[in-house]
């Protein structure tokens, strides 16, 4: 945790890198072997076929039976029942999740492709993260294509990375998922799962949401770096121009859980979009329950579609 306004500062610009990702992330598919921190990107990495598989998985705490996937990598043993979980901020990015399931304790390997999202906007989503800015979320929006990423992940590893994302419903998108870059360019005709933030979207003006500028979209929306969020924030919940008293009061760790929510519903409802959702919801958000004890407002819920 760190201490002096010096140490807080260069935490949370190293945190506005969010979604810590780069243009060739999008370019290319990758596959993670995390136990030994290699990311692979070559021939056979494009040629992989991607096949329905027959077989449904479940994770804790979820409603359905989950569709699953067999990925077939030239020359290796297929990467079989694998869950299809899109990636819309750092969960993108192949270090990102190599440092989020090794913490985790969970090895393995990860086959990171591309995928398209129709009518779909990746945008920043109202709610105060404990570094002072504002992770990515998905809204409905006409006119807009996403080029996101979609992993293929064991039960296991699905659910660790669930746990890491305690503001999100994770939701199944029914329907088929378009993947590009990939020497076939398969079809998940099954679906996909997908993140959800509970707050909705941030919005500057009260009507339009703000694209994630990190994640490359085709939209009539402007878009924003995620630093830009953290100054709104500040602004929003009074703190002026002053980042270091701000983020002053919303320090990383659960005790701080009560003032970040308090922040964040400073946001609310001015500078939020309620969340919606094409979907079927899969698993609550774990932060009703980490805040049912709070003196807090209600929490938002998703409008499923």
């Not at 002096?4 to 190293?14: F, I, N, R, V, Y």
Request: with cysteine.
């Amino acid at each position: 945790m760190t201490n002096t306004p010096e140490e807080l500062k260069a935490a949370h610009q190293a945190a506005c890198r969010y979604p810590h990702t780069t243009p060739d992330m999008f370019q290319h598919a990758a596959l993670i072997r995390i136990d030994s921190n290699e990311i692979i990107t070559d021939e056979n990495t494009r040629r992989t076929l991607i096949d329905t598989s027959p077989f449904c998985r479940t994770l804790q705490g979820t409603t359905i039976a989950l569709p699953t996937y067999n990925v077939q990598l030239p020359g290796k043993a297929a990467l079989q029942d694998r869950i299809a979980i899109l990636g819309i901020g750092s969960n993108c990015s192949p270090e990102v999740l190599i440092k989020k399931f090794q913490k985790a304790g969970i090895g393995g390997e990860v086959y990171l492709a591309q995928a398209t999202l129709e009518k779909h906007a990746v945008v920043h989503s109202a709610f105060i993260g404990a570094l002072g800015y504002m992770p990515a979320t998905v809204m409905p929006q006409d006119n807009t294509q996403s080029f996101v990423t979609v992993g293929f992940y064991t039960p296991e590893q699905a659910e660790a990375l669930t746990t890491t994302e305690p503001n999100y419903d994770l939701v199944h998108k029914s329907g088929a998922v378009l993947t590009h870059s990939l020497e076939n360019a398969p079809v998940l005709k099954q679906g996909a799962l997908l993140y959800v933030s509970i707050w909705g979207a941030f919005t500057e003006d009260g009507t339009d949401p703000v694209l994630q500028s990190g994640i490359t979209q085709i939209s009539p929306l402007k878009a924003e770096p995620t630093i830009w969020t953290s100054d709104k924030a500040a602004e929003i919940t009074g703190y002026g121009t002053d980042i270091i008293r701000f983020l002053e009061n919303i320090k990383p760790g659960i005790q701080n859980l009560e003032s970040r929510l308090n922040h964040t519903f400073k946001l609310h409802p001015q500078n939020a979009l309620a969340a919606t959702i094409e979907g079927k919801p899969v698993k609550s958000a774990t932060l009703y329950e980490q805040a049912k004890n709070l003196p807090v407002p209600m929490l938002p819920r998703i409008t499923y579609l």
